[in-house]
């Protein structure tokens, strides 16, 4: 890690099977290349439905069925394993707001909770869609007592601190998820891993 | 299998000629042949879906400007489109490739791969009748008829039947690569279907 490196923005919601393969690539890539990486969270349902005025992309004609198909592929294309939790639908609230609060204590330790209930929601199947689910997820793999965690979901400045990471991102010109930012430059998808990669290793993006 | 894979484009779209550019790479490394078809997103986006244009759309559009030259320069495709924003009415170029299509596939691939690589690596703006022409002329097809083919209701009607028939096989968005039966959406999704050759799928 040299000091000139600035880390790889990776911007994130848990309810995107998207940004649970992006945070595990843009990991993997950064590491190769000597960059870290810091995790932002944000919320889709905002970007999209409110500033966007755009349906859900399940809930969009042909677009919806599309990105089902394309979700299968890409778990396989990666070689991650899709086992969601019930339909896949996780409302995010709980699960981000933890993340957020972790994250204003310790990046670390937030990344792995991060990495970690990703992992549980899109490849185990374990249920992080309430605030007792995600409380108890919190206790079984952190440690973290769970009364805390209930106290951090409902809390103002946790809330505050949320809201002002979507506007970050509203502000940086991320709308989607995952979308990686990289020396300034913003990339959206999973698809364009291959052009961060050339990126990294040339420093520019010319064929 | 040796089936071709087909290339669903929109002439307005900026992202079909590096999308063209990036499947004839892997088309040629697996001794594929590309098939063009048209697809019209007014149709597809704006009727079917019910969305805005990309490029009207708050943060996408902005985010299109920046990326569209980005995927040019990914590919090593020149960037010099005809119009700035990207609106242009294609029904002329679209006509005109449906009218070419019906008489011989391989010249009218020709001269749709020139409408666009002058529409968007030339500055020439192919919706205009005059600035296609030389391409469908230069593929070897007669000016008279070739004037006379974007008014000619058949012509219409033959266009409208492949926009319809695409929106009913599920494309939506330019370009669109189907191989083998599986539907691929986007000109950043090349690398995959190169895995997806290779492996025979997944």
Known sequence: ?????????????????????????????????????VWRP??????????????????????GPYSGRERNRLFGYFGVTLNPHGDGNLPPLPAIRTFTWLNMRDPALAKQYGQALYR????????????EAVAAFAHDHFGLAQDEVFAAIDDPAVKDALKASVGAALEAGVFGVPTFVIDGERFWGN????????????????? | MTDPIEFHFDFISPYALPGLVAIDRVAAKHGRRIEMHPMMLGISVGKAMGLPALIDTPLKGDYLMMDVPRAYRFHGVPFKPAVERF???????????????????????????????????EGSDV???????????AAGFGEAEARA?????????DLKRRCETSIERGIFGSPTFIVDGEMFWGSDRTHIIDRWLETGGW
Request: with cysteine; net charge negative.
């Open chain 1, 1 to 37: 890690m040299t000091e000139d490196k600035t880390p790889i923005e990776f911007w994130f919601d848990f309810l995107s099977p998207f940004g649970y393969l992006g945070s595990i690539q843009i990991e993997k890539l950064a590491a190769e290349h000597g960059r870290d990486v």
């Open chain 1, 42 to 63: 944000t919320l889709l349902g905002v970007m999209v439905m409110n500033v966007m005025k755009l349906p859900a992309v399940p809930a969009t004609p042909l677009k």
């Open chain 1, 120 to 131: 549980a929601h899109w490849s185990e199947a374990t249920d992080v869609t309430t605030p």
């Open chain 1, 191 to 207: 698809e364009r891993l291959p052009m961060i990669e050339r990126l990294l290793v040339t420093g520019t993006l010319e064929a």
């Open chain 2, 87 to 121: 609106m242009t009415n294609p029904l002329i170029p679209h006509r005109l490739f449906c009218w070419m299509l019906a008489q011989d596939r391989e010249r009218a691939e020709q001269a749709a791969r020139a409408m666009l690589a002058a529409n968007w690596s």
């Open chain 2, 127 to 137: 919706s205009k009748l005059e600035n296609a022409l030389p391409h469908v002329l």
């Open chain 2, 149 to 157: 083919a974007p008014d000619d209701p058949a012509v219409k009607e």
